[in-house]
């Protein structure tokens, strides 16, 4: 399985930004996948998971309202889009994937995730 995250740059406050994460090797037609962020100096942090078919999806309460976690089956392709943005989310965003099924109280953690992409930054700044 491989990922390959893209789609970030620099936005101003409260602009717009979607991030794609290709998926490779393994189908989305049953998967969890999340979107993790870090700044340097700090900790990987969870910003969104959905567990697909029919699950929910989990928001950290920083993105709550302003992020959506989305997929395109045909595409194979999970997105992350975020609105509204400030210069806290500046990051560098991960998407990631759990090859074992997760309930939704594990979403958040970092090492319940196998698979990892290489990282989009994405920069919040007037």
């Known amino acids: 399985v491989q990922l390959q995250a893209s789609g970030g740059g620099v936005v101003h406050p409260g602009g717009s930004l979607t991030l794609s994460c290709v998926v490779s090797?393994?189908?989305?037609?049953?998967?969890?996948m999340g979107w993790f962020r870090q700044v340097p100096g700090k900790e990987r942090e969870f910003v969104a998971a959905?567990?697909?078919?029919?699950?929910?999806?989990v928001y950290a309460d920083s993105v709550m309202g302003r992020f959506t976690i989305s997929r395109d089956l045909a595409k194979n392709t999970v997105y992350l889009q975020m609105s509204s943005l400030k210069a806290e989310d500046t990051a560098v965003y991960y998407c990631?994937?759990?090859?074992?099924?997760?309930?939704?109280?594990?979403?958040?953690?970092?090492?319940?995730?196998?698979?990892w992409g290489q990282g989009t930054l994405v920069t919040v700044s007037s």
């Open positions: 990631a994937a759990a090859e074992k099924s997760l309930i939704t109280s594990q979403f958040r953690r970092v090492v319940n995730y196998e698979t």
């Open positions: 090797g393994r189908t989305l037609s049953r998967s969890v």
């Open positions: 959905r567990r697909w078919p029919g699950g929910s999806a």
